[in-house]
């Protein structure tokens, strides 16, 4: 029987994760069949024995999508450091009868701001809108690639300020509100990481953080020109971009994890990228 992986999540029609990982398979030529799973939302432990019935069927992986990150986080033996911070995991490993919980959605974003972009992120202004499960996973692949400054604003200021707190001491970290961004300057890269976007809603965040010359990113994919990525090209941005090379290379992320090999994500981010306009 080839090994056996899964997406979890509910509701699990949209997903592409099964395209994605069977089209790496196919490439690298590994025996591995790759499944859409609907995880149940009641009763309570439902998730949970749900994952164990896959393990117990000798499944060797998961990849955990929306509502489930922090359950699955919470069933793991072990945990990475993304996966800590973040308090959640898209992508599990089963070894030896133990689960071992991963976070690549933060490494899959500076992969794609890095290589497919092609930003170098040394000595830049970096401002990271929003202070959820998204930004969580993201601090620490960001402080590692060494910007001049990130900075990190949300409307509920307590919790931005939470959170940078944990990370603080790792580099040049600054919480905020979007009212004090109106005196930062311009950003070399301004990443919306809030929910807004799933809403068609626009952060409060002031056109003068855009720069002609630096790029907008928009962590959801496939909605186009969201209020947000439209502001940037406004501001003058003529660099904007989507998620759709951070849902490839977290995937990417995750396959190398279980397979030991990694795939070339071009030819797949180009087949599932929906043109902005
Ligand atoms: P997740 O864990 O999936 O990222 P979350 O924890 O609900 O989801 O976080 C969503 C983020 O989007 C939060 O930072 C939220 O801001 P607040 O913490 O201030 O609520 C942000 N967000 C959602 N809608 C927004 C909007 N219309 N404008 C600005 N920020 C928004």
Same mark, same amino acid.
């Given at each position: 029987m080839s090994d056996q992986y899964a997406v979890i999540g509910n509701p699990i029609g949209h997903t592409k994760s099964p395209l994605i990982h069977g089209l790496f398979a196919q490439e690298t030529q590994q025996d591995m069949a790759y499944t859409a799973i609907e995880g149940p939302l009641e009763p309570?432990? $439902?998730?949970?024995?749900?994952?164990?019935?896959? =393990? @117990?069927?000798?499944?060797? %992986?998961?990849?955990?999508?929306?509502?489930?990150?922090?359950?699955?986080?919470?069933?793991?033996?072990?945990?990475?450091?993304?996966?800590?911070?973040?308090?959640?995991?898209? $992508?599990?490993?089963?070894?030896?009868?133990?689960? =071992? @919980?991963?976070?690549?959605? %933060?490494i899959g974003l500076l992969r794609d701001i890095k290589v497919n972009l092609k930003l170098p992120m040394g000595g830049t202004r970096v401002l990271v809108l929003g202070a959820g499960g998204a930004v969580r996973g993201a601090l620490l692949p960001f402080l590692a690639a060494q910007p001049a400054e990130l900075v990190v604003a949300n409307r509920d200021t307590a919790k931005v300020k939470a959170l940078v707190a944990q990370v603080v001491a790792r580099g040049p970290l600054l919480a905020c509100g979007y009212r004090d961004l109106e005196t930062m300057g311009q950003f070399d890269l301004v990443?919306?990481?809030?929910?807004?976007?799933?809403?068609?809603?626009?952060?409060?965040?002031?056109?003068?953080?855009?720069?002609?010359?630096?790029?907008?990113?928009?962590?959801?994919?496939?909605?186009?020109?969201?209020?947000?990525?439209?502001?940037?090209?406004?501001?003058?941005?003529?660099?904007?971009?989507?998620?759709?090379?951070?849902?490839?290379?977290?995937?990417?992320?995750?396959?190398?994890?279980?397979r030991g090999v990694r795939p070339e994500t071009r030819a797949v981010i180009d087949r599932l990228t929906v043109p902005l306009d």
């Amino acid at each position: 029987m080839s090994d056996q992986y899964a997406v979890i999540g509910n509701p699990i029609g949209h997903t592409k994760s099964p395209l994605i990982h069977g089209l790496f398979a196919q490439e690298t030529q590994q025996d591995m069949a790759y499944t859409a799973i609907e995880g149940p939302l009641e009763p309570q432990d $439902a998730f949970a024995a749900t994952v164990r019935a896959f =393990i @117990a069927a000798g499944g060797k %992986g998961m990849n955990v999508t929306a509502p489930f990150k922090l359950k699955a986080f919470a069933m793991a033996d072990e945990r990475s450091e993304p996966a800590e911070l973040a308090g959640a995991t898209n $992508a599990l490993s089963f070894k030896d009868g133990r689960i =071992i @919980a991963e976070n690549f959605d %933060g490494i899959g974003l500076l992969r794609d701001i890095k290589v497919n972009l092609k930003l170098p992120m040394g000595g830049t202004r970096v401002l990271v809108l929003g202070a959820g499960g998204a930004v969580r996973g993201a601090l620490l692949p960001f402080l590692a690639a060494q910007p001049a400054e990130l900075v990190v604003a949300n409307r509920d200021t307590a919790k931005v300020k939470a959170l940078v707190a944990q990370v603080v001491a790792r580099g040049p970290l600054l919480a905020c509100g979007y009212r004090d961004l109106e005196t930062m300057g311009q950003f070399d890269l301004v990443v919306n990481a809030t929910s807004a976007s799933l809403t068609g809603e626009l952060p409060p965040v002031p056109p003068s953080v855009f720069s002609p010359t630096g790029v907008a990113y928009e962590l959801a994919y496939g909605k186009r020109l969201t209020p947000f990525l439209r502001l940037a090209r406004n501001a003058g941005t003529q660099h904007v971009a989507d998620g759709v090379g951070m849902l490839v290379e977290q995937a990417a992320e995750a396959f190398a994890w279980w397979r030991g090999v990694r795939p070339e994500t071009r030819a797949v981010i180009d087949r599932l990228t929906v043109p902005l306009d």
